[in-house]
Nanobody, 122 residues
Framework: QVQLVESGGGLVQAGGSLRLSCAAS??????MGWFRQAPGKGRDFVAA????????YYGDSVKGRFSISGDNAKNTVYLQMNSLRPEDTAVYLC?????????????????WGQGTQVTVSS
């Protein structure tokens, strides 16, 4: 049974940093990523990493501030979030896919975690 478990969310002031973790079990995935969903809004792509080679991809709103990395031995991905803004407030969800293409669409990911809340105060 596949499980994705996120951790590391919380409350932080604007300009601060947080590091999210996503531990995967029950499978090996070619792509792992992060999406976020604010109240009343859609699920937006944040970042993704390819397991083989470590190529990374970012949404436009987080480029230069967020960094995704992975530890293949631990089947875990991390999202380092710096220079946080109030508009980054959302539930952050880990996603995993077994396909060959790194997609920015939520519909292309097969597995999801429950999410972790990130709140940035102004």
């Amino acid at each position: 049974q596949v499980q994705l478990v996120e951790s590391g969310g919380g409350l932080v002031q604007a300009g601060g940093s947080l590091r999210l973790s996503c531990a995967a079990s029950g499978g090996t995935f070619s792509v792992m990523g992060w999406f976020r969903q604010a109240p009343g809004k859609g699920r937006d792509f944040v970042a993704a990493i390819r397991r083989s080679g470590g190529s990374t991809y970012y949404g436009d709103s987080v480029k230069g501030r967020f960094s995704i990395s992975g530890d293949n031995a631990k089947n875990t991905v991390y999202l380092q979030m710096n220079s946080l803004r109030p508009e980054d407030t959302a539930v952050y969800l880990c996603a995993a896919d077994t396909g060959a293409i790194v997609s920015r669409s939520r519909y292309d990911y097969d597995y999801w975690g429950q999410g972790t809340q990130v709140t940035v105060s102004s």
